[in-house]
């Protein structure tokens, strides 16, 4: 039955684009390449979600600390929950999101490392995805990005800090209830 709704689902989809296709007027060799075509994208599927089905747990596990932590402190990042100060991946998500949607200087704004990683989020999608090689300098092309991260954050927060979202000190630290006095030490340093 799953076999069944998988090729009626490819028949639909080579259906739905072969009519597109038509009615463009693209035939003969351009057809091969759109055959082509179709055949790639559902092997890159299969790559992905042959991968998801492997780490789907994880997935579970971030999407359980985001809603617990958000419960317990309208946050999500642990470092600024236990110190009140901003880590060097605050803003991340935002900033991807408004580089995924076109908004790519709010995205920078919020966190300039974030184009990085974004970019080899799509260098890993076409290598391991749509290629289907084994990916090589994973490791070196993250400590150099992560080395790149530290060194924009103590820029930033040399220069920007404590000023706009993400780069702002949050007063309701987990170590100010546990040191009476932090939050105001930590304050009279800014």
């Given amino acids: 039955k ?9 028949r639909f989809l080579k259906a739905g684009l ?15 390449f759109f055959n082509k075509l179709i055949k ?7 790559r992905v979600f042959t991968d998801l089905k492997k780490y789907v747990w ?3 596990l971030l999407v359980g600390y985001y809603f617990f932590m958000h419960a317990l402190f309208h946050a999500f990042c642990p470092v600024v929950i236990m110190t009140g100060f901003p880590c060097p991946g605050c803003g991340m998500i935002r900033a991807v999101l408004f580089m995924l949607s076109g908004e790519i200087k709010r995205g920078m704004q919020l966190n ?4 990085g990683w974004l970019a080899l989020a799509v260098w890993i999608f076409i290598k391991r995805y749509w290629q289907g090689k084994k990916i090589t300098g994973l490791k070196q092309t993250g400590i150099v990005l992560i080395i790149f991260m530290i060194v924009v954050y103590m820029y930033r927060m040399a220069t920007v800090f404590p ?28």
């Fill in 58 to 60: 994880i997935g579970m």
């Fill in 40 to 46: 790639k994208i559902k092997i890159c599927s299969q």
């Fill in 2 to 10: 799953d076999l069944l709704f998988k090729s009626a689902k490819t």
């Fill in 163 to 190: 000023g706009s979202a993400p780069m702002t000190f949050r007063y309701d630290n987990i170590l100010d209830m546990i040191l009476p006095g932090y939050t105001q030490f930590m304050t009279s340093l800014f």
């Fill in 18 to 32: 072969l009519s597109h296709f038509m009615v463009m007027g693209i035939k003969g060799s351009n057809m091969n």
């Fill in 112 to 115: 300039p490392v974030a184009a």
